[in-house]
Every structure is written in structure tokens, then in C-alpha cells.
């Protein structure tokens, strides 16, 4: 069992920066497929960045340049760093995690991210 915390969220201006957090709990996290999702009001929730065990990362077109995905072992802790925040960038933010070769799928509770001026 994987218990995923995310944290950072809030409101900024357009421009501005945020950096989300997601702590997971239990062993083996260096291992782990780690991926945050975002949903919009009225919108599916889609996939904004993913990092594998390699540290191999991947981004949605609307965020390449912008956001960037990181972990830290040490710490069973994933981050997205949001630089350049736009409107459309609105929405809830959901660390996702993929364990083990039964690749069990574990969701936090998300966090609100609103760009507004």
C-alpha cells in the first residue's frame, strides 16, 4: 500500500511560479512510475508529467519549457516545479504512483492550483 501527500498548491498570478510536492509512504519508491495528472472543471483528467525509476521524464505539449519534474529517492518525494503559470493551468493536481509488476495504481488527494489575476 502507497499513500501519496500532495502539497504546494494555491493561487498565482499569471507568470508566476509554484512547485507541488507529493511524499509518498512505504519502501521500494526509487522504483516507482511517478506521474502528476490534472483536471479541470468539465475536463478529463490528463496526464502533465511523468518520471520513471531512470529518472526518464516526459511532459505534455502544453507544458514542455514551462514545468519541470524531479524526485529525490532520499526523500520518497516527486516535484513539479511550475514556471510561467498561464490560466489555462487551472486546475486540480493529482500525484499518481505505479508500483510493482502488478503495476498497482495509487492517486493523492490533489491539490487546487488556480492562475488568476
Known amino acids: 500500500q502507497v499513500q501519496l501527500v500532495e502539497s504546494g498548491g494555491g493561487l498565482v498570478q499569471p507568470g508566476g511560479s509554484l512547485r507541488l510536492s507529493c511524499a509518498a509512504s512505504?519502501?521500494?519508491?526509487?522504483?516507482?512510475?511517478m506521474g502528476w495528472y490534472r483536471q479541470a472543471p468539465g475536463k478529463q483528467r490528463e496526464l502533465v508529467s511523468s518520471?520513471?525509476?531512470?529518472?526518464?521524464?516526459n511532459y505534455a505539449d502544453s507544458v514542455k519549457g514551462r514545468f519541470t519534474i524531479s524526485r529525490d529517492n532520499a526523500k520518497n518525494t516527486v516535484y513539479l516545479q511550475m514556471n510561467s503559470l498561464k490560466p489555462e493551468d487551472t486546475a486540480v493536481y493529482y500525484c499518481?504512483?505505479?508500483?510493482?509488476?502488478?503495476?498497482?495504481?495509487?492517486w493523492g488527494q490533489g491539490t487546487q492550483v488556480t492562475v488568476s489575476s
Open positions: 499518481n504512483a505505479v508500483v510493482g509488476i502488478y503495476r498497482n495504481t495509487y
Open positions: 512505504g519502501s521500494g519508491f526509487s522504483k516507482h512510475f
Open positions: 518520471i520513471l525509476s531512470t529518472g526518464i521524464t
